[in-house]
């Protein structure tokens, strides 16, 4: 009873007491602050520096290339550096042949003339070609060109054999440059590959697809650099 008495008295006494204040925000240490702001700030302008180029990109595209000589068939590689062209070449006696064509991106330029005076136009990119031709008759042999495609022909640069399926020689003699070799022998060897769809039209046709390649793998290039800083 008197514990109850003394409650009452105090009552008014508790109704004028202040709330309890509440808990006071977690802030950051002044350094973490300004160095989570620089971060997001240099993000930001990354972010906004890939989408620029992209932008740019989508609307400088560059002509579509144009077909395959016939009858070559194209196959690219997604995100690496070169594609293959192969083709059955029909054979003497009814023997068929697989021509295969391995060209990177413009690898290297030369001056616009052939003598190396700077004549004002465009440089004269390269595109470094491998080209093996193998028999159905003979699968662990095949004859392999070392070849340079410029915007308007197709260089032979050395000629030699390869096995394939097994192991090759640490240092295979590859034989002489192919410059080196007889005049008879150089006009043979263009005979043989120009009978084989290997000659000018397709080094046109390589420069159209790798400058195409190119704007396509540079654009893939810069979504993944995006993708990676957003996340």
């Not at 620029?52 to 995100?79: K, Q, T, W, Y």
């Not at 060897?189 to 769809?197: F, I, T």
Request: aromatic share 6%; charged share 25%; glycine share 4%.
């Amino acid at each position: 009873m008197a514990l109850a008495r003394r409650l009452l008295r105090l009552r008014p006494h508790l109704a004028t007491l202040p709330p309890p204040s509440p808990s006071p925000p977690r802030l950051l240490p002044f350094r973490t602050y300004i160095s989570e702001m620089r971060r997001s700030a240099f993000i930001d302008r990354l972010l906004r520096s890939v989408r620029s180029e992209i932008s740019f990109l989508d609307n400088s595209a560059p002509p579509p290339s144009p077909p395959p000589p016939a009858p070559f068939a194209v196959e690219d590689r997604p995100g690496e550096q070169w594609a293959r062209l192969r083709r059955v070449f029909p054979a003497a006696e009814g023997e068929e042949e697989e021509v295969r064509v391995d060209a990177t991106l413009v690898d290297g330029a030369l001056p616009p003339s052939r003598s190396g005076a700077d004549t004002g136009g465009p440089p004269r990119l390269h595109i470094s070609v491998k080209v093996e031709v193998s028999k159905a008759a003979r699968p662990g042999v095949a004859l392999n060109f070392e070849c340079s495609a410029w915007p308007d022909e197709m260089e032979v640069q050395r000629v030699f054999p390869v096995r394939r399926g097994g192991p090759s020689p640490v240092q295979q003699y590859v034989g002489r440059q192919f410059s080196e070799l007889d005049e008879e022998m150089q006009s043979a060897v263009r005979d043989y590959l120009e009978q084989r769809g290997v000659n000018d039209e397709l080094a046109a046709f390589l420069h159209a697809y790798m400058e195409n390649k190119e704007h396509t793998e540079l654009i893939r290039w810069l979504k993944n650099v995006e993708l990676h800083v957003k996340n």
